[in-house]
Nanobody, 115 residues
């Protein structure tokens, strides 16, 4: 079993920054692909950023140049640094991890960007 716990969400003004953190625990015995999705009210969940086992990253076009995903292997954590936030970034952000063919999700953390 794998547990993911997100933190770092909150309310920020447009142009501001937040850093989300995802702490992984449980049956993870190697570096696994992880990433972030988000879901805004009335919209489908969309992929925001991923980081592969090898450390390669990929981003949604809407966040390229503003968001950065990175990991602390020793702490088993993945972070999402979000800069120049805009109201359209408002959503619940979910962390995921792919472990031995299964995808695990965190509970989500709310990010609200005011104009």
């Amino acid at each position: 079993q794998v547990q993911l716990v997100e933190s770092g969400g909150g309310l920020v003004q447009a142009g501001g920054s937040l850093r989300l953190s995802c702490a992984a625990s449980g049956s993870i015995f190697s570096i696994v692909p992880m990433g972030w999705y988000r879901q805004a009210p009335g919209k489908q969940r969309e992929l925001v950023a991923i980081i592969t086992s090898a450390g390669r990253t990929n981003y949604a076009d809407s966040v390229k140049g503003r968001f950065t995903i990175y990991r602390d292997i020793a702490k088993n954590r993945v972070y999402l640094q979000m800069n120049t936030l805009q109201p359209e970034d408002t959503a619940v952000y979910y962390c995921y991890a792919d472990v031995v063919g299964d995808r695990y999700w965190g509970q989500g953390t709310q990010v609200t960007v005011s104009s």
